[in-house]
């Protein structure tokens, strides 16, 4: 049965066949993006007006073409649907015609028919959570544990079906994706007593990593990390002032960082060096032209019995710590892409050792609960205090490395690859 559709693979049938999937799995898609983060089931009750509570009919719930034909409106009440429907339709459709050249098309790996089905299995589920978890992101900033606990053993196990995979793979993959981004949360939080990344974008790269490994990992953080920093960077040079001067160098560092790596991967030192030295001068002047936050004017509190403070000489052993303990992580990645396991389980456990030693050092200090009367002034637009959802800039990344993986490996000389 399998040999007879071999040859039909390639056909346009079979691309029209493989992107119906998609809007049918973006249709569903569009009902957890709504339903999940309302804590409501997405089997029950079926699909309706949320405006009438009228059911709606099947054929009008054809992905896409119902949109397309009632112009995003209920035929009921005439209530508007948001076009996000049709977006998130379209755009799992064309990710799973896209998976379909990758696994069956012309860019397919050579190996069975049978495992190239299997593929492309594996890449539309990862395409279909990576769009769940961009749209829920951006629309309320969670990634959300019922999706992601979940699809990190689905992610770990469904490659032991194909050939290559190995059972370290994955574990590794889903370890250092959860503990690299706690870990430069935690440094973050002791070193500025701010916040950094959330555990809901540690989960999700500990998905990535489940599927794709240390390497996909990397790619994502750092593929995640530059789009953000490019969007958040349009978005500053709007500002004025210090802060459009600001982005304007961090522009030049984000094409420095490019330039790095790609001397990096291509074993170009001058470009590497030349790369590393300029991102760094470009990160320093762009935080030094920032203009200070303003500062809310707090009343004057009554006198009363003060709080202990932390011994500074704790503080800064705490923060030497941290620095540490994030230095020896950041080792044990680069050991595990290079191969040496053994340094990396070392350095890893280590340097978490030394941070979860950092964290008791310091004091936790409990907020408190009065809202006051006057809302406090809002900071001036920062590169470095820009609030973006970093979800979907992990999801895109973790997708271009996914279909990219086989070209990155053949055109680069990436740590660890064979």
């Given at each position: 049965?399998l040999?007879?559709?071999?040859?039909?693979?390639?056909?346009?049938?079979?691309?029209?066949?493989?992107v119906?999937l998609?809007?049918?799995?973006?249709?569903?898609a569009?009902?957890c993006?709504?339903?999940?983060?309302?804590?409501?089931?997405?089997v029950?009750?079926?699909?309706?007006?949320?405006?009438?509570k009228?059911?709606?009919?099947?054929y009008d719930?054809?992905?896409?073409?119902?949109?397309?034909?009632?112009?995003g409106?209920?035929?009921?009440?005439?209530?508007?649907?948001s076009g996000?429907?049709?977006?998130?339709?379209?755009?799992?459709?064309?990710?799973?015609?896209?998976?379909?050249?990758?696994?069956?098309?012309?860019?397919?790996?050579?190996?069975?028919?049978?495992?190239?089905?299997?593929?492309?299995?594996?890449?539309?589920?990862?395409?279909?959570?990576?769009?769940?978890?961009?749209?829920?992101?951006?629309?309320h900033?969670l990634?959300?544990?019922?999706l992601?606990?979940p699809?990190?053993?689905?992610?770990?196990?469904?490659?032991?079906?194909l050939?290559?995979?190995?059972w370290?793979?994955?574990?590794?993959?889903?370890?250092?994706?959860?503990?690299?981004?706690?870990?430069?949360?935690?440094?973050?939080?002791?070193?500025?007593?701010?916040?950094?990344?959330?555990?809901?974008d540690s989960k999700?790269?500990?998905?990535?990593?489940?599927?794709?490994?240390?390497?996909g990992?990397v790619?994502a953080?750092?593929?995640?990390?530059?789009?953000?920093?490019?969007?958040?960077?349009?978005?500053?040079?709007r500002?004025?002032?210090?802060?459009?001067k600001?982005?304007?160098?961090?522009?030049?560092?984000?094409?420095?960082?490019?330039?790095a790596?790609?001397?990096?991967l291509?074993?170009?030192?001058?470009?590497?060096?030349?790369?590393?030295?300029?991102?760094l001068?470009?990160?320093?002047?762009?935080?030094?032209l920032e203009?200070?936050p303003?500062?809310p004017?707090?009343?004057?509190?009554?006198p009363g019995?003060?709080e202990?403070?932390?011994?500074?000489g704790?503080?800064?052993?705490?923060?030497?710590?941290?620095?540490v303990?994030?230095?020896l992580?950041?080792?044990?990645v680069?050991?595990?892409?290079?191969?040496?396991h053994?340094?990396?389980a070392g350095?890893?456990?280590?340097g978490?050792?030394l941070l979860?030693?950092?964290?008791?050092?310091?004091?936790?200090?409990e907020?408190?609960t009065?809202?006051?009367?006057e809302?406090?002034?809002?900071?001036v637009?920062?590169?470095?205090?820009?609030e973006?959802p970093f979800?979907?800039?992990?999801?895109?990344?973790?997708?271009?490395?996914?279909?990219?993986?086989?070209?990155?490996?053949?055109?680069?000389?990436?740590?660890?690859?064979?």
């Amino acid at each position: 049965m399998l040999r007879e559709l071999q040859p039909l693979v390639g056909t346009p049938g079979a691309y029209g066949f493989a992107v119906l999937l998609g809007l049918l799995w973006g249709s569903f898609a569009n009902v957890c993006i709504y339903r999940w983060p309302q804590g409501k089931s997405v089997v029950t009750p079926p699909s309706h007006c949320g405006s009438c509570k009228t059911p709606i009919r099947w054929y009008d719930n054809l992905p896409l073409v119902s949109w397309l034909l009632l112009r995003g409106k209920c035929r009921a009440c005439g209530a508007r649907f948001s076009g996000r429907y049709l977006i998130v339709e379209l755009l799992t459709g064309l990710l799973f015609g896209v998976a379909w050249w990758f696994a069956l098309g012309g860019g397919a790996r050579a190996e069975a028919f049978d495992h190239q089905l299997l593929r492309f299995a594996i890449y539309a589920a990862f395409c279909f959570v990576m769009v769940v978890v961009t749209f829920i992101d951006l629309d309320h900033k969670l990634i959300l544990d019922r999706l992601t606990l979940p699809a990190i053993p689905l992610f770990y196990a469904l490659p032991f079906l194909l050939p290559e995979r190995h059972w370290t793979e994955g574990l590794v993959g889903a370890a250092i994706g959860y503990g690299l981004p706690w870990t430069i949360g935690e440094v973050y939080w002791l070193v500025t007593g701010r916040e950094g990344l959330g555990l809901g974008d540690s989960k999700l790269l500990a998905v990535i990593g489940a599927l794709l490994g240390a390497r996909g990992v990397v790619a994502a953080l750092f593929g995640g990390a530059v789009l953000g920093a490019v969007i958040g960077i349009v978005v500053l040079m709007r500002g004025e002032g210090g802060s459009k001067k600001g982005a304007a160098f961090a522009v030049i560092s984000v094409a420095a960082v490019g330039a790095a790596v790609y001397g990096a991967l291509t074993d170009r030192v001058l470009v590497g060096v030349v790369g590393s030295v300029t991102a760094l001068a470009s990160l320093v002047i762009a935080r030094r032209l920032e203009p200070p936050p303003e500062e809310p004017a707090t009343p004057a509190a009554e006198p009363g019995p003060e709080e202990p403070e932390a011994p500074a000489g704790k503080e800064l052993l705490a923060r030497t710590l941290a620095l540490v303990a994030g230095v020896l992580v950041l080792a044990a990645v680069t050991f595990e892409l290079l191969g040496a396991h053994a340094m990396a389980a070392g350095g890893g456990l280590l340097g978490v050792g030394l941070l979860l030693l950092a964290k008791r050092l310091v004091p936790v200090v409990e907020e408190t609960t009065d809202v006051p009367d006057e809302e406090p002034a809002r900071d001036v637009p920062s590169l470095m205090r820009t609030e973006l959802p970093f979800g979907p800039f992990l999801a895109l990344a973790a997708l271009v490395y996914l279909f990219a993986e086989p070209w990155i490996l053949v055109n680069f000389r990436l740590p660890g690859a064979l």
